[in-house]
């Protein structure tokens, strides 16, 4: 007796329902972003008088964490104490809620297009496990120098930098300054 | 006016739902960039691909354009957004650390947060990483505070430093914004492939677009004082006339020793009398300086009352109206002047000694034979020591605008 098998796809049909479902879908022209970007710092300036902004959302929940494990510590140290000393919920702010949408958006969008995937973007040269040693050591550079300038690229380049802040402007120059700089150096780590 | 109170407007939850959406469509523009992808923002620094040149500036025109023609057209009030105060040096410091940081790591905060988001391992590192040196900045901090708050220039925007109107830095920005992305095609061609799709044909529209909103912007010109005034003319006239916002000196007296205010004294007359008395610590400030102060007036904490004064009442009537266009708030006028103060806080014997028989309107009545400044009793009045009847006039206002905090 034959089993009757089940009526299949063509091949070529299958494989391009699998691509359409896979295949990350490309990303918008950069001066289209700048201009969604531009008007979504705008709406945000104009409705509620503040930029954007990401590393004092870090901030306030890193804060956070300290406060549960050592609340005492906390108080006693100036720059923690202004946001969580006390009954003070470092959370209760705004840019945190910032945070939290922007965790929330780049993962809908990125889930829209297609490009929701574990993986890691490196190198040619470079082997996976040195790419994430060097993307903790550059975030953790990164997010001293962001709190020493009061705010990261989001923050002060990006939105300060639209309302013609001197210091915004200042640090903008500093951060691709310093990554030029260093640039050359790390050619064969990123090329 | 924008900018809203939307924790009036809102609730507490209203306005924090507002701040999500915002980070939302951030954080979605920034993914549909591609800057989830460290390649992608690396790149940047080999004149490969200029993504990341071309997003952040033309974001930071087309806001910069929106937030001065809105505000030249008097639809937003530019004195209630927030301009990150400017310390330089630490800025400087932090900006170089970032750009190793970025080179290093292959993001930034924001971008870390969508790269980590889409589960990137090396975005997901980098959030880790950056938490850390938080971290680390909270902990080390205390030892270098100096030069945390060294060359506070406070908020200090480019066409103030410049000594130009708002417009024509608008407009230079705008000029020096697209000479970089022309110059940015140019070295894609040479270093990089040139992707067909980062240059459609409508960006020239849109930069020519860009250029005539900057010429608007510029001819327009941003709203002069006695145009501020203009717009809030009659409801803060009423406020005067129902003598709403005047207090008598011992509501201002009771304010003073109210540990939970902060209270600033704008005293608005001539050095001369200013010298001859003033209440102890009220701030000299001549009518013509006020509008240089208001930056520095709009950084205080949202818990200041401001009480201008004068003699009587003329000049600093005249001064809170300067204010009031400036949108500083929780503003007040002292009721009486120092005239009135000294009528009820100075002893008899000063007054016996020093009071005029005749004074003009907003003169000082009392004549001491030297200039006491605020070395006098009635300077720094004991409040126990008066039992005085008065309509407490002064309600904070919730700050409108930034909550003074920035980015965190």
Redesign the interface.
Known sequence: MTTQTPARPLPRQAKMKDANRREAKPYINPYLGGILLGIVLFAALFITGNGLGASGGINRIVVFIQDLVAPSHVDRTAYLTSMAGGDLNPLDNWIVFITLGTLLGGFVSGWVHNRVKIETNRGPQVSVQLRWIMAFIGGAIMGYGARLARGCTSGQALSGGSVLSVGSWAIMLAIFGGGYALAYFLRRFWN | M???A?TELFGHWG????????????????????F?????L?????F?E??VL???????????L??FF?SAAGL?D?N?????????W?????????????????????T????????????I???????????????T??YY?GF?NSSN?G???????FGVD?GV??LA?TLMALFM?WGAEQLERIFGKTDP??A?RW?YG?AGAALAVALIVLVIGQPTAEQRWQRIAVEKQQLLDQRAVQIHPGELLNLLGDPLLQVIMLDVRTETDYNLFHILDARHAPVNSLSEAVPGLHGQPANTVFVVMSNDEVAATEAWKVLAAESVPNIYILEGGVNRWLDVFANAEFKTAYQRTSAQPDQLRYVPGAALGSRLPAAEPYEGQFELEFIPKVQLELK????G????
């Open positions: 924008a900018p809203y939307i306005a924090n739902a507002v701040y999500l959406l915002i980070g939302f469509a951030f954080g979605a523009v920034l993914e549909m960039s591609g989830g992808n460290s390649m992608k690396a790149a940047q620094f080999y490969k200029m993504t071309k997003v952040m500036f033309t974001a930071i025109v087309v806001a910069m929106l937030v809105t937003l530019f209630l957004v927030w301009v990150p105060p400017t310390y330089l630490p800025g400087i410091a932090g900006g170089l650390l970032m750009g190793i940081g970025f080179i290093i790591g292959g993001f930034c905060p924001g870390s947060l969508v790269s980590a988001a889409t589960l990137k391992v090396d975005g590192f980098f959030v880790l990483g950056a938490s850390f040196g938080i971290f680390l900045f909270g902990e901090i205390q505070e945390f220039m908020r200090f925007t480019l066409p103030e430093m708002a830095v608008v920005v992305f799709k980062a459609p960006r849109a409108r605008g930034p909550s905090g920035g980015c965190g």
